[in-house]
């Protein structure tokens, strides 16, 4: 019996296993840079919102069209790779079509409805390549959006490109498998599965080549899938579609509070209260630390996972009011600046030791003033994002660190608060003019 393939495969397993390991652990490493942050309440809530956002993909049915396409490549491609489970054993037993006697009948049934869904995907992946390099959708598009220039916009077309060939080499695989059973070859005879749905149509064009071309195109296609599979696995952890796995876990912790409640900075209201005489000064002051952000460890963990889970879709630019009336902000921009950061920390860690740590900072190197003086706050980003990223939170703490560590504030800003300070409200009229405007001439 001829071992060597199992062993290449165990080879290539282990590889993938221990690539993919390492980079997992360098992200979770690098997100807990974060500040800690409490999301574990409301379970019950939290689980409803991944369900609903994660898996269901609610707010892309928004548009029911780009949704359908959408939730044809999620869930054809997750459900397809259940098949992957089939070829692992294969591949470490030796075996070919393991569980082809154990299910029987629903053996069929299963591989049939992968290969629907396989075309789906096919069909979907097209037509998002259209929508990006053809039709050229505004908010994908570099000329556009600064932020879209080089390697985002062909990070996407990769990942579409290698799925579509990876769902041929699927097909390919079973149509060659298909025919060598008709011909009684080797162990191929041993595991009659018959035709299926789609690869079926295929099968004309293997009957054409010999056995041993067959023999060699199954092959060559069975391992272009597998290690095909283990290689986007490794790749996404460097792509924009870490969000396929990211999606689940940051719907969960999503902020559960209504849109427009901004988090007070706990020291500041401590003291608020301290001076209203709601509470009593400690005996021992806490240590102040810095107001707002400055760079990637002043956030919260969960801001540095919302940048991982970015897919860089544009619906929350497109949807921004300062960056429709030509404003410099881009909320997508603010979210993939902020992973920039964090996987230039990365790449010095791996460089010079974990202790390393530059010069820069988000603040001033990566995220502009012009850019966050832009913001109206209005949530419009945070509405619009399929998985509740929240760049506005990023936002917030970047121009707070502005205003009150470096007082850098715009004039008219400055007159606003000086107003609150001396009149209660933003208006420079004295609280007993404030209803003048409704007496009568």
Not at 174 to 202: C, K, M
Request: some cysteine; aromatic content about 10%.
């Amino acid at each position: 019996m001829n071992i060597l393939p199992q062993i290449l495969f165990l080879i290539a397993l282990a590889t993938a296993a221990y690539f993919i390991g390492r980079r997992v652990n360098l992200i979770r490493k690098t997100i807990l840079l974060g500040k800690a942050e409490n999301r574990y309440d409301n379970p019950g809530q939290r689980l409803k919102n991944m369900l609903l956002l994660a898996f269901g993909q609610k707010k892309m049915f928004a548009k029911p069209m780009v949704a359908i396409l959408h939730l044809a490549v999620y869930v054809g491609f997750i459900i397809i790779n259940l098949e992957v489970l089939e070829i692992v054993l294969d591949g470490l037993l030796g075996t070919h079509r393991i569980f082809l006697e154990p299910l029987g009948g629903l053996y069929s049934f299963l591989i049939n409805f992968f290969e629907i869904l396989a075309l789906a995907v096919i069909v979907a992946c097209v037509v998002f390549l259209i929508r990006r390099n053809i039709t050229k959708v505004e908010r994908l598009q570099e000329s556009r959006h600064r932020e879209m220039k080089g390697w985002p916009v062909k990070d996407g077309n990769i990942i579409l490109v290698f799925e579509i060939i990876l769902m041929a080499a699927f097909l390919k695989m079973n149509a060659a498998d298909a025919v060598l059973q008709s011909r009684g070859v080797g162990h191929f005879a041993e595991a009659i599965t018959g035709s299926f749905v789609i690869s079926q149509w295929l099968v004309p064009i293997m009957d054409n080549f010999s056995d041993g071309m067959l023999i060699f195109a199954e092959r060559a296609a069975w391992w272009f899938h597998i290690l095909g599979i283990m290689a986007f696995a490794l790749y996404v952890t460097y792509s924009k579609h870490l969000h396929i796995a990211l999606a689940f876990p940051n719907t969960y912790f999503s902020d559960l509070n209504p849109k427009g409640k901004m988090s007070n900075m706990p020291t500041v209201s401590t003291e608020v209260k301290i001076m209203l005489g709601l509470e009593q000064a400690p005996e021992t002051p806490a240590e102040v630390g810095r107001f707002g952000a400055k760079d990637v460890e002043d956030l919260t963990w969960k801001n540095l996972m919302d940048a991982y889970s970015c897919t860089e879709c544009g619906r929350c630019t497109s949807a921004c009011p300062a960056n429709i009336t030509g404003k410099a902000l881009s909320p997508r921009k603010i979210m993939m600046d902020t992973r920039d950061r964090l996987e230039d920390i990365q790449k010095g860690w791996i460089k010079n030791g974990n202790e390393y740590k530059d010069e820069k900072s988000l603040l001033g190197d990566y995220v502009t003033d012009e850019e966050i003086l832009a913001c109206t706050s209005c949530n419009a980003c945070v509405q619009e994002c399929p998985v509740m990223i929240s760049p506005l939170d990023i936002i917030l703490q970047l121009r707070r660190y502005r205003v009150m560590e470096e007082s850098q504030a715009p004039q008219s800003w400055n007159m606003m608060f000086q107003n609150l300070e001396t009149n209660m409200a933003p208006w420079k009229f004295s609280p007993d003019q404030r209803f003048d405007w409704a007496k009568e001439d």
